[in-house]
T-cell receptor, first 120, second 109 residues
Framework: GAGVSQSPSNKVTEKGKDVELRCDPI?????LYWYRQRLGQGLEFLIY????????KSGLPSDRFSAERTGESVSTLTIQRTQQEDSAVYLC??????????????????FGPGTRLLVL | GQNIDQPTEMTATEGAIVQINCTYQ??????LFWYQQHAGEAPTFLSY????GLEEKGRFSSFLSRSKGYSYLLLKELQMKDSASYLC??????????FGKGTMLLVSP
């Protein structure tokens, strides 16, 4: 497909279980981002990948959250021992280039449809 | 630190013009983005400004003043489908975009 895809689209889990969320960025995009958006709230930055490395993971809320990216493509966000406060929409975005480059539209982020996570 | 401010809510009527303001204080500036987000959907890219002035794209225009740390999104000939949240985001050249909390625009008949 031409856009960013995420799976699953919806996930219901029980408190204490681990969940894994997947993001497939636009082909050729070197940068990938994860955000969290609680109901009625703004976007909360979680982590940024440039290639397979993560120069900025300052937004991860706790050590229960981790993410990896392989092959400069697919990324997975893992939440261990989920809590009810983790319930949110998790959005992935990709851009042609990452931060710090020459200013221009190549930093434009394109978002996937999100994964709606509900922790019971 | 990074700080982006925009109004929480705005209302307007169909066919009217509305201006959504955004002010920012960031360490470094590599451009300012506007996104539209309909309820329950992902944000979609609207516009990008890196130089001072007005960028026009159909019914939507975006303005930037770097010296004032100020931008606005202008929506003309409002339609019901324009009811959405509008997000201002700044690229500071350090890390990812910093997003404002969004302005919820409600267009009424």
């Amino acid at each position: 497909g031409a856009g960013v895809s995420q799976s699953p689209s919806n996930k219901v889990t029980e408190k204490g279980k681990d969940v894994e969320l997947r993001c497939d960025p636009i082909s050729g995009h070197t940068a990938l981002y994860w955000y969290r958006q609680r109901l009625g709230q703004g976007l909360e930055f979680l982590i940024y990948f440039q290639g397979n490395s993560a120069p900025d993971k300052s937004g991860l809320p706790s050590d229960r959250f981790s993410a990896e990216r392989t092959g400069e493509s697919v990324s997975t966000l893992t939440i261990q021992r989920t809590q009810q406060e983790d319930s949110a929409v998790y959005l992935c975005a990709s851009s042609l280039e990452g931060a710090g480059g020459v200013p221009g539209k190549r930093e434009t982020q394109y978002f996937g449809p999100g994964t709606r996570l509900l922790v019971l | 630190g990074q700080n982006i401010d925009q109004p929480t809510e705005m209302t307007a009527t169909e066919g009217a013009i509305v201006q959504i303001n955004c002010t920012y204080q960031t360490s470094g500036f590599n451009g300012l983005f506007w996104y539209q987000q309909h309820a329950g959907e992902a944000p979609t890219f609207l516009s990008y400004n890196v130089l001072d002035g007005l960028e026009e794209k159909g019914r939507f225009s975006s303005f930037l003043s770097r010296s004032k740390g100020y931008s606005y999104l202008l929506l003309k000939e409002l339609q019901m489908k324009d009811s959405a949240s509008y997000l201002c985001a700044v690229a500071s050249g350090y890390s990812t975009l910093t997003f404002g909390k969004g302005t919820m625009l409600l267009v009424s008949p």
